[in-house]
């Protein structure tokens, strides 16, 4: 079943199922935010109205405190001075006036009593308030007196002060068994002073008890004193007033602070709620579910916050969305990337074409989704074509399938746009092509329920070898599966190219191994006439040199005794012939030892026997055999002394014809009054060098490159000392034997110098006889 959306609708192909509203988070073991707001804010607010509140109430008690002083003051010092009371009531101790002046007094709510003593000590007027005050008021019966012993105002008679005394003085007031409060009174107590007016001639005098003797004592006072007036003001009403402010204040201080907590938990609630919800919402955000967007329920932080978090959700959701889209594409292209390797793999594995065909096929059907695959490829010519594999068809169409015989005609067909033009075809609807199908392909795609297909041609060094047709059953064909087809297309071409190229060149081995074999043989018996030719050629010139060197040696003794005018005397023309005869067969004979000498280094039965040789004394003996034809050119020929020269290792008999030669082309080709030298030099590489140098005509550079060749025709000044050509070649040859290198170096006119080496003799031992 496909998602449903809370809207009723489908949700899109992968779009997350939209979840529920976000329910509230459980409740943990920890307090929650909303708690601990509540509580630190009602914390606050208790102790700020508990401080306030004791404030104000400290504040108010002393105010009322001082007032109540103030007030006992005001009261006994506007009776003290007042005059009437002084003289018509105290002094002439007139009992009803004081009495009208207490009753004025303790009109006063605050006053407990008023005493008024005269001067004699005796109580001449007092009043307590009595039954009428209620239960919480002062009320003292005459056994329990509520003014303060007369202490303080026989004190008072030996005092002066014109201002009020104030004594604190602590009752209990007890209501049945329970102790209930402490009431203070605070007694004002002040002299009344005599004036001018009322003082008599006789001394006043009083009878004082000394404390701690019973001795009675006259002494006079210390100021005219006429009685002392004391009031008592109790704190009874002060604290009742008090405590019903109290009372105000704490129910004040409840409400507020009730006020206060309701408030905080409302105002909490309106942050931890939306808080709450937005923790709902990123928890199934985590779990993966698409949540429902939050609607703000402020404007406030706390609702830009649930827009911003709206907007996330939107952008997980839409990245979410991406990211499966993505990750769907990377699986397919993943896929089509698989099935390119394994096909890559497969064209690499085999050249065989049928295998390969086979193989590539269903690995495209297994990997691509295709239903089935049909590979069509031409005949040698291009002119009629056949289905050469197929993949997921019946086995009977397949072997139906495989006898089609398909020409090839630029009639608009199918077939043509791809054998001929090479155009790649995507078909959405067989019924649009039918009448560009041929008759029994289209009965075939009827035959088989193809619907929509994809061909591509099959192309390689814009050769066209064929077609790929494919389809997907009763799902169409898309652009995607055209492009994933022409891509493998190329590949396949290759691969058939590729088989097909094997499979002539495996003919072609085949054909060239058998011409091989062929030739071989014939190679074989033309080399072994070449070998018998190169046999009797050696042959020859080794018969033919050695037949000529006797009637050559027998010429020349006749040609020197006719000189030597053995046979009678000869004339200068006669002596002239002789001499050119002479020197035309010392010229012939060095030929035929050249001949002798080429002729045994190329059939490689030249062998060397290696032996320490000092080279400067064969040097010396070389120049000693030639020093007779150099002197008779009137050439100077030197050989250089080298200090402490090592020995080489070489063969003493080829160093020397080494040396004979290079000497002897030197004294050739060097004209008469000239000169040549040979000197030695050790190399650092473990080889002594030998230069012979001569100031004669020089070699062209040109030239320099073919000196060294066999029979080589290198042009000379001097034509005339040019022999076989083969001297040069020869001494290269026994150089090379003794692994030395030679070199030349020539400038036309001015004389050439030829530079050979031979390892020393101290080198790793060489073998005794090595063969050339």
């Not at 078909?427 to 041929?438: A, F, G, N, P, Y």
């Not at 004979?660 to 000169?675: D, E, M, Q, S």
Request: aromatic share 6%; glycine share 6%.
């Amino acid at each position: 079943m496909k998602p449903i959306n809370e809207d009723g609708q489908l949700n899109a192909p992968g779009q997350p199922e939209r979840s529920a509203p976000p329910e509230p988070l459980p409740e943990s073991g920890f307090l929650g935010l909303r708690t601990k707001f509540v509580v630190f804010f009602s914390l606050i607010l208790v102790m700020t109205c508990s401080s306030l509140s004791w404030y104000f109430v400290e504040k108010r008690r002393e105010g009322m405190t001082d007032s109540l002083q103030q007030l006992g003051t005001i009261l006994l010092t506007s009776l003290v001075r007042n005059d009437h009371f002084r003289y018509a009531g105290l002094v002439a101790e007139d009992r009803v006036t004081l009495q009208q002046f207490i009753e004025g007094i303790v009109a006063v709510q605050d006053v407990v009593y008023v005493v008024i003593t005269g001067s004699d000590g005796t109580v001449l007027a007092q009043y307590t308030k009595g039954a009428r005050q209620s239960s919480a008021s002062l009320v003292r019966s005459t056994k329990h007196p509520l003014y303060p012993d007369h202490q303080i105002a026989q004190q008072l008679f030996h005092s002066s002060r014109t201002i009020p005394q104030m004594t604190r003085l602590s009752i209990s007031n007890q209501l049945g068994n329970r102790f209930a409060w402490e009431e203070i009174v605070y007694d004002f107590a002040m002299p009344v002073l005599r004036t001018g007016k009322d003082t008599t001639s006789l001394p006043s005098f009083s009878i004082q008890l000394d404390e701690g003797n019973a001795t009675p004592s006259l002494q006079q006072p210390a100021a005219p004193v006429s009685g002392v007036v004391q009031i008592g003001l109790t704190d009874a009403h002060l604290k009742h007033e008090l405590a019903t402010m109290i009372r105000n204040i704490l129910l004040l201080t409840a409400f507020i602070i009730g006020a206060g907590v309701l408030g905080a938990h409302l105002l909490t609630l309106r942050i931890t709620k939306p808080l709450r919800s937005l923790a709902g919402v990123a928890r199934q955000v985590a779990e993966g579910r698409s949540p429902v967007p939050l609607t703000p329920s402020t404007r406030d932080e706390v609702g830009q916050l649930t827009e911003m978090f709206n907007l996330m959700t939107r952008s997980l959701q839409e990245r979410s969305l991406a990211i499966t889209a993505n990750m769907a594409t990377i699986k397919h292209q993943v896929s089509q990337l698989t099935a390119l390797h394994q096909v890559s793999g497969a064209i690499a594995r085999t050249l065989d074409l049928n295998q390969l065909l086979n193989t590539v096929l269903q690995l495209l059907i297994d990997n691509l989704g295709f239903t089935r695959m049909l590979l069509i490829l031409t005949h040698p010519g291009g002119e009629r074509a056949y289905v050469a594999q197929v993949a997921g068809f019946p086995s009977d169409i397949v072997e139906e399938v495989r006898r089609l015989d398909l020409p090839i005609r630029d009639d608009g067909s199918i077939q043509a746009d791809l054998l001929i033009h090479g155009t790649p075809l995507l078909i959405s609807s067989l019924e649009s092509v039918t009448d560009r199908m041929q008759p029994y392909l289209l009965e075939l795609a009827h035959r088989t329920g193809v619907r929509s297909f994809v061909a591509v041609p099959l192309q390689s060094h814009n050769q066209m070898l064929g077609y790929l047709v494919a389809d997907r059953g009763p799902q169409p064909c898309t652009d995607e599966d055209l492009h994933m087809l022409m891509t493998i297309a190329s590949h396949v071409a290759a691969s058939i190219d590729n088989a097909s190229a094997y499979s002539h060149l495996e003919e072609l081995t085949q054909h060239l191994e058998q011409r091989i074999v062929e030739r071989t043989q014939e190679l074989s018996i033309a080399n072994e006439r070449l070998r018998e030719h190169d046999r009797r050629r050696s042959l020859f010139l080794s018969v033919a040199s050695h037949e000529l060197r006797t009637p050559m040696t027998v010429i020349r003794s006749f040609v020197d005794n006719m000189r030597d005018g053995v046979a009678g005397p000869v004339n200068e023309q006669q002596t002239t012939y002789l001499t050119r005869m002479g020197h035309n067969l010392n010229r012939l004979t060095r030929i035929i030892n050249q001949l002798l000498d080429w002729s045994r280094l190329d059939t490689q039965k030249e062998v060397l026997s290696l032996k320490p040789v000092c080279l400067e004394a064969t040097a010396l003996l070389v120049a000693d055999s030639l020093r007779t034809v150099a002197a008779e050119r009137s050439i100077a020929l030197e050989i250089t002394h080298a200090e402490g020269l090592p020995a080489v290792q070489g063969d003493r008999d080829k160093l020397e014809q080494i040396l004979w030669n290079l000497v002897g082309n030197a004294i050739k080709f060097t004209p008469p009054g000239g000169r040549i030298t040979v000197d030695f030099q050790p190399t650092a590489g473990g080889f002594v060098e030998t230069c012979v140098a001569d100031n004669g005509c020089g070699i062209e550079p040109e030239h320099l490159e073919q000196l060294f060749q066999e029979f080589s025709k290198v042009p000379s000044a001097i034509p005339a000392a040019q022999g076989a050509q083969l001297g040069l070649f020869i001494t290269r040859s026994l150089v090379t034997m003794h692994r030395g290198t030679i070199r030349v170096e020539s400038v036309p006119g001015s004389g050439t110098r030829f530079y050979f080496t031979v390892p020393l003799a101290s080198s790793p031992e060489e073998p005794q006889h090595q063969s050339s």
